[in-house]
Structure formats: C-alpha cells, structure tokens
C-alpha cells in the first residue's frame, strides 16, 4: 500500500507569502495529523482530523494557520500570511485507529525568507 | 517547559555493541510511550512501543524498559548495526494513546563499523 504522501517537499517563500501544503494519508485512514519540527526542537502536534472534523487543533499556533479536510481524504495546511518563525519540517501523519504507532510522511521543509 | 526529554543529543557505539537511548518525561498522565527512528530527508518511522502497564518490551534487537517510578525509559538496541544510525525519537501520550503525541528532542545514534 502506498504511504503517508506529502507535497511540495520542499518550499521556499519570502515572509507574507501563502504557502499551501498537502497532505495524502494512507488509503482508508480515518486519523489524519499535522505535527510541525522547528529546526533543532522537538515534533510538535499541530492538529488532529478523524474524517473531515476535526477532532483536537490546540496545537495550532496562530490564526495564520488554516488546515482542511475536505471528504474525509486529503489534507491541506495553508499559512498565510508566513512569518519567519513558521519555517521548519511540516509532518503528516495518519492511522486506522488513534495513535499505536501511525505512519508519518516525508514531510514539508518550509522555509520562509 | 518539555514534558518528554532526550538529554543526550548524540550518541556512538560501535558495531556489534549495545546501544542505550534514554528518555525522560514529567507528566505523570503519560501511559502510552513509543520510539520513532528518523532517518535523513524521511518522515520518522514507528519502532517499538510500550504501556504503562508494562514494565518491559520487546522486538528483536529492540527493547524497550519502562520505569514508571522514576519516569525513565530507554531503549536498548543490541547488537547494533551500522543501519541503525539515525535519529531516536521518544514520544509520549495519555489516555492509552488517545492524545496527541509529544515528544522529545530525539538522540543522534550513529553506529561505528
């Protein structure tokens, strides 16, 4: 089965821009998860879908952040407008049932200039 | 203030030998641990994990211990192999696995042929 597919793998962008990053979980995965790595720090949580609802976004930073869902599949995360401090690796993760060990995508390395 | 801690950055062992990863965590809700292992310009991968209710798991060359008492874990990895480096991330949840994961700031472990 194919994996955890994420897009761009790679983003670079002046401060102010919109970036728009996506996520494809696993095939029939209800749980989809944003987490976010700022250079030399540890992965942090952003949100949590189960579908297309989502299900816990108290790891989200700020309102710049706007993530999606839509039908239950794939996943968008925008930022906009992007600061410096959002630059890092952008993971995605999903799984059938919570947690136990989800896989995670090669993620996003956002850089904003 | 980080409630899962990996106070080793970087770790060597050589080949063949017993590598020890240690994790510490403060929140005393923690019953759910697991260790991811990341490789460069990959997403990180699901290793070995373990409840509260245990004090002791194993997969192969992997082992994980659990002291609740003194919130430690660590991760044995014996015998090491030079495929074995990469970086080791620990990572914590609540309510068997039903919260967000947190996690530490991962141990570079790389094997010595």
């Known amino acids: 089965e194919a994996g955890v597919t994420q897009f761009p793998s790679h983003s670079v962008i002046e401060k102010g821009q919109t970036v728009t990053l996506r996520c494809d979980p696993i095939?029939?995965?209800?749980?989809l998860y944003w987490y976010r790595r700022v250079m030399g720090k540890e992965i942090k949580f952003l949100l949590h879908?189960?579908?297309?609802?989502?299900?816990?976004e108290s790891g989200m930073p700020n309102n710049r952040f706007l993530a999606e869902r839509t039908g239950g599949t794939y996943s968008t995360l925008k930022v906009q407008p992007a600061e410096l401090e959002d630059s890092g690796v952008y993971f995605c993760?999903?799984?059938?049932?919570?947690?136990?060990?989800?896989?995670f995508g090669s993620g996003t390395r956002l850089t904003v200039v | 203030d980080q409630q899962v801690k990996q106070n080793s950055p970087s770790l060597s062992v050589q080949e063949g030998r017993i590598s020890i990863l240690n994790c510490d965590y403060t929140?005393?809700?923690?019953?759910?641990f697991l260790w991811y292992k990341k490789y460069p310009a990959e997403g990180p991968t699901f290793l070995i994990s373990?409840?509260?209710?245990?004090d002791k798991n194993e997969d192969g060359r992997f082992t994980v211990f659990l002291n609740k008492s003194a919130k430690h874990l660590s991760l044995h990895i014996v015998p090491s192999q030079p495929g074995d480096s990469a970086v080791y991330f620990c990572?914590?949840?609540?309510?068997?696995?039903?919260?967000?994961?947190?996690f530490g700031k991962g141990t570079r472990l790389s094997v010595i042929a």
């Open positions: 993760a999903s799984s059938s049932t919570v947690n136990y060990g989800y896989t």
């Open positions: 095939s029939g995965h209800d749980n």
């Open positions: 879908f189960v579908k297309e609802s989502k299900q816990d």
């Open positions: 929140n005393s809700m923690f019953d759910y």
């Open positions: 373990i409840s509260s209710i245990k």
């Open positions: 990572a914590a949840s609540e309510f068997s696995g039903n919260t967000p994961l947190v």
